[in-house]
């Protein structure tokens, strides 16, 4: 029985078909995952545990601790954690096997050998080189003057695309080029990695020796050629808490935003943007049943939406779940009528949402 009002059904069979879909795509290279962020909000145990059985073998987090929740659950596989180290985590990556921490900056390499090079199990790094998005990374020039000590095991060297959704955008070639330049004197390193999921459509130029897709895992195609190639991973539910009948000339919600024209009825469904519902969505959005659109009339609430069901109030009643993103209005273009991404939306879904797996 469903004691939530708001629900996230995870489909794993589509999970798995996009995972082994984009590794056939990228097939002269290893497929990883990228599961940071509780797997997009699709909970990141599970979805290791799923592609682990398919034969993925490398995950991307974002954090030491995430990284370590994992390990409590799975021993297996190899975990890098993109956001780095630092000292306070030293003793816990000696306690933690196979988890890689991928090393941002010349400061923090030059800190952490310290602390490594005196421990006597081997440990593994990595290093991100800052190819052009300007965020985390060794800067690529820097990269290319400074020795590391050969005592470093260094695991993999990795890099970030800016626009790798933008096929055509030459900034894809630049960065890749500064890549390549990079790790010309690095090709003993086990593994590197340039393409997330969008940029594993750009081609063997870019794949290198490992992938990581991301967002595409979960669904996420930016309406490029991928959008008929993988498949809808969830869907988003929420319960009827209440149906009534709203006079004509009465207001709906706060700041009397929606005025009834005349008599309506309406359905108060138990989401609202502390679930990850935009208030962009206030009179704007919609909610499906059964192939029937019903409109979001008013603000969202904190807890709550709105609906005018006027049309078809004799089709639903109280308890019943309505789908405010399916696998025909998926999550493209839900963000895209949020004014967002997918990955917003899909990480936007708070942890008070059921999460169900078929």
């Given amino acids: 029985m469903i004691s939530s009002s708001a629900v996230l059904e995870i489909n794993t ?17 290893i497929a990883g995952a990228t599961i940071k962020a509780n797997a997009y909000g699709l909970g990141d145990i599970k979805v290791f545990n799923v592609l682990y059985k398919a ?7 974002a954090t030491f601790n995430e990284a370590v929740k994992i390990r409590k659950k799975n021993k297996r596989g190899y975990i890098y954690v993109l956001n780095g180290l630092n000292k306070k985590n030293i ?10 921490p991928i090393i941002n900056s010349i400061e923090n390499l030059k800190e952490i050998q310290k602390e490594i090079l005196n421990i006597k199990r081997k440990i593994y790094i990595g290093i991100h080189i800052d190819t052009g998005i300007n965020r985390l990374g060794v800067h690529y020039k820097e990269f290319e003057k400074y020795k590391i000590n050969k005592k470093l095991n260094i695991f993999i060297i990795l890099s970030h695309l800016a626009s790798a959704n933008e096929k055509n955008n030459n900034y894809n070639k630049l960065q890749n080029n500064n890549f390549k330049n990079a790790i010309k004197n690095y090709q003993n390193v086990k593994f590197k990695s340039l393409a997330n999921s969008m940029g594993i459509l750009l081609g063997k130029l870019f794949h290198y020796d490992l992938t990581r897709a991301g967002i595409s895992l979960y669904g996420g195609h930016f309406n490029t050629k991928l959008r008929n190639k993988i498949k809808p991973v969830i869907k988003l539910k929420a319960e009827i808490l209440q149906i009534k ?5 009465e207001y709906i919600g706060y700041n009397q935003t929606y005025h009834t024209k ?20 206030s009179n704007n ?18 807890d709550s939406i709105t609906i005018d069901i006027s049309n078809h109030n004799n089709l639903l009643k109280n308890g019943m779940f309505l789908e405010i993103i399916n696998y025909k209005y998926d999550i493209e273009k839900f963000a895209t009528n949020s004014g967002t991404i997918s990955n917003e939306i899909l990480t936007s879904i708070s942890n008070r949402v059921k999460r169900v797996y078929i």
């Avoid at 069979?13 to 290279?29: E, F, G």
């Avoid at 034969?55 to 987090?61: A, E, P, S, T, Y």
């Avoid at 005349?262 to 969505?281: E, M, Q």
């Avoid at 959005?285 to 904190?302: C, D």
């Fill in 262 to 281: 005349k008599s309506i009825t309406v359905a108060i469904l138990g989401i609202g943007y502390a679930d990850g519902i935009s208030r962009y969505l």
């Fill in 285 to 302: 959005g919609y909610v499906f049943f059964k192939n029937k659109k019903f409109r979001i009339i008013g603000r969202v609430s904190m």
């Fill in 55 to 61: 034969g993925c073998k490398h995950f991307f987090v």
């Fill in 13 to 29: 069979k589509n999970l798995l078909h996009n995972y082994k879909y984009l590794a056939s795509i990228s097939k002269s290279s």
């Fill in 245 to 249: 009948n709203i006079k004509k000339n």
């Fill in 91 to 100: 003793k816990n990556l000696i306690k933690e096997k196979n988890i890689i």
